[in-house]
């Protein structure tokens, strides 16, 4: 006499096994650990391959570019560039980001005034931003542009990234990445003299501030940018990515306290903070 058996049941009882721990069952047909031990005896006696394993990388290579001397040569390219026009045109003509030949349809720059008096500065490009050749044009910028707006700043802002070149599948740039790319970002700074800059999301903040806590811990805190020969010095507020509060709406307020507090900071640079 047979019984019936509810699947459910079974994929119940799967699911508590699986909870627990389990990672085996018993197989449909039966095994010989005997004869399983013997061939791997039998393997073990047999001489075995002689693996050359690879030589290691050369110190500061990354993804088949030395990233010193490729943040070496941007320093050079942007050294010679005396305005964004041609800060522009050096970006796009350089080739020592990784990310240029992994997908990335073209160099995404900037987009403001060149003489605005805040510069904000995300991660990376997305797919609109890589398409249409701007930073923040998709859904994050859309949110950011009216937080700015709202806020008095959308005119007043110079919005760049710390990578130009869209990583694969909108990844977070890695910090090699955002290395070969620094001397870009910060002759922009030099070129547009901004009194404030606004860092928005983990990425750009850890990279400009050179620090290690996360984003929730940096946001709502100045900080001083430094350049890397120490000549410029502008107040730094990280932020919440407008990316990230699409996910969390919940969060908009604390980044809508930062704007705030930024743009009071510009328009009242006499009261202490």
């Known amino acids: 006499m ?3 058996v509810d699947p459910r049941a079974v994929e119940s009882l799967l699911a508590f096994w699986a909870d627990a721990g389990v990672e085996a069952c018993y197989a449909d047909e039966p095994i010989d650990r005997l004869a399983e031990g013997a061939a791997l005896l039998r393997a073990r006696s047999q001489p075995q391959p002689v693996v ?9 290579a990354f993804g088949g570019i030395d990233i010193g001397a490729a943040a070496a040569h941007a320093r050079e390219l942007a050294a010679a560039c005396n305005d964004l ?3 522009a045109a050096a970006i796009a003509a350089f080739d020592g980001c990784p990310l240029k ?10 987009r403001g005034p060149g003489d605005a008096p805040v510069m904000v500065i995300g991660e990376g490009p997305g797919a609109e931003e890589d398409a249409r050749g701007e930073p923040f044009v998709g859904r994050a910028g859309q949110l950011l542009d009216r937080m700015l707006k709202a806020a008095g700043l959308q005119e007043r802002a110079f919005i760049t990234n710390t990578v130009f070149w869209r990583p694969p599948g909108n990844r977070t740039p890695t910090p090699q990445e955002q290395a070969v790319c620094a001397p870009f970002v910060e002759r922009a700074i ?10 928005v999301g983990g ?7 050179k620090r290690e806590e996360g984003i929730l811990s940096l ?8 350049s890397e020969d120490g000549a410029i010095e502008v107040p730094a507020l990280p932020s919440l990515h407008p990316a990230f509060l699409l996910r969390q709406p919940a969060a908009k307020k604390k980044a809508w306290q930062d704007l705030l507090m930024l743009a009071e900071r510009l328009d009242r640079p006499e009261r202490p903070h």
């Open 2 to 4: 047979s019984l019936a």
């Open 52 to 60: 050359v394993a690879a030589p290691p990388p050369r110190p500061g």
């Open 85 to 87: 026009e041609s800060l």
């Open 101 to 110: 030949t992994q997908g990335a349809r073209q160099a995404v720059f900037s």
């Open 190 to 199: 030099a070129l547009i003299k901004p009194k404030l800059i606004l860092l």
């Open 203 to 209: 990425a750009s903040a850890k990279s400009m501030l």
């Open 219 to 226: 946001r709502g805190r100045w900080f001083e940018w430094r």
